[in-house]
């Protein structure tokens, strides 16, 4: 299973959340790291960083001029 039940709090909730990442809004330290590709053929990759605990997301990565 990818999310574990509440009743262990030793168990994450998204086991895929293996990212060092401290979440902003709740404070959490893993994150899961999902690939969003490229809409346009001269951007970056879209990479989404979701917290392992509340699912909140941040966008990382460079921004273009």
């Known amino acids: ?16 959340a293996t990212y060092n ?7 959490y330290g893993k994150a899961q790291v999902m690939d969003m590709g490229i809409f346009y053929s001269d951007e970056d990759n879209l990479i989404l960083l ?12 460079r921004k273009c001029s």
Do not use: M, T, V
């Open 1 to 16: 299973p990818l999310f574990s039940s509440d009743k262990d709090p030793k168990i994450e909730k998204n086991i895929l």
């Open 21 to 27: 990442h401290k979440c902003e809004k709740c404070g």
């Open 50 to 61: 979701k917290c392992g605990k509340c699912g909140a997301c941040e966008k990382i990565g």
